[in-house]
């Protein structure tokens, strides 16, 4: 049992890291035009490698985790605003909230002057969530109350905590190996009628079998807010029995291309693990000063945390 766990930490860390690289030269793109690149052909080649504020922001979430054996909010703040890189495309809601924090805003409090004092509902909690998800996979509440929390420092508005808090639960159950009974236990764990509406429809697109991606997209939502990309994900996962397929179809979807392809790439490596993902993939990934070597460390150091 200890070899798998480590293998599913290095797995939704790497995975994380693959998914973000796949979608990070199509984001934004039509289905028909990520088609024109990647074509229909089954295995995909990264033809970049470079991963983007997604990956980066998730390393910091880890290191922080790392350092405090558990959450500190001062702590994660600080680091993402270390580690903050603009080249790696960061969104307009995490890029406003570590600027108010380096500015010297108080890291729970920044993120609620944005967008009208409404706080953002986008997925940069969601994207970077999944270290939470196994550092806390044994402990549902725990998870939650600590995916908020966490989400707090950039995305202050429910939708985004709450869609962050399902992706790490989502995290959690593949940890748990329970694919079969995700969808339930999904079901039950949100508080918010916005995604039990979206999870009902992932329910009835997965019984309904192979469907056209128009409606998967026109049902789930390809988008940046949370509830158009964390159902989206967990939709990927579940429909498919591989780490690739799934990270392949969140990818050829269109739309916010890294960051769906992030969220499904750490569910499924969650799941399947670090042998589940294509080497040539995990290869083909940067590795530099936090490249493909460092987030595999990352993931054996946060394993060990948790087993202290």
């Known amino acids: 049992m200890k070899i798998d766990l480590k293998s599913k930490f290095t797995g939704a860390l790497i995975g994380t890291a693959v998914g973000d690289a796949l979608g ?4 934004g793109w039509s ?3 990520v088609r024109s690149v990647y074509g229909e052909r089954k295995r995909w080649k990264m033809s970049y490698g470079r991963y983007t504020d997604d990956t980066e922001l998730m390393i910091g979430v880890a290191e922080s985790l790392i350092r405090n054996k558990g959450f500190n909010g001062a702590d994660m703040a600080r680091t993402f605003v270390r580690n903050y890189d603009a080249k790696r495309g960061y969104g307009p809601g995490s890029a406003g909230a570590l600027k108010r924090i380096k500015e010297g805003e108080s890291w729970d409090e920044a993120s609620k002057k944005l967008f009208g004092g409404e706080g953002s509902y986008g997925n940069g909690a969601a994207m970077r969530i999944a270290p939470i998800g196994l550092f806390y996979y044994d402990n ?7 995916a908020y929390k966490s989400s707090q420092i950039t995305h202050s508005h429910d939708l985004g905590k709450e869609g962050a808090a399902l992706q790490a639960f989502a995290v ?11 969808l ?3 079901k039950e764990f949100t508080q918010n009628d916005v995604y039990k509406e979206k999870l009902r429809r992932v329910e009835a697109l997965l019984d309904k079998g192979a469907t056209p991606k128009k409606e998967i997209i026109a049902k789930l939502g390809n988008g940046m807010a949370a509830f158009d990309s964390v159902p989206t994900a967990i939709y990927s996962f579940l429909r498919f029995d591989s780490f690739e397929d799934s990270v392949i179809y969140a990818v050829s979807l269109g739309g916010d291309t890294d960051t769906i392809g992030a969220m499904t790439g750490a569910i499924s490596g969650a799941y399947y693990g670090k042998g589940g993902i294509p080497n040539e993939w995990i290869e083909q990934l940067e590795d530099g000063e936090k490249g493909r070597s460092y987030i595999k460390r990352l993931a054996e150091e946060l394993y060990r945390s948790k087993e202290l």
């Open 24 to 27: 990070a030269p199509v984001e």
């Open 31 to 33: 289905m028909e035009q």
């Open 140 to 146: 549902a509440d725990a998870l939650r109350e600590i």
């Open 172 to 182: 959690a159950l593949a940890v748990r190996g329970q694919k079969e009974s995700m």
């Open 184 to 186: 339930s236990e999904l």
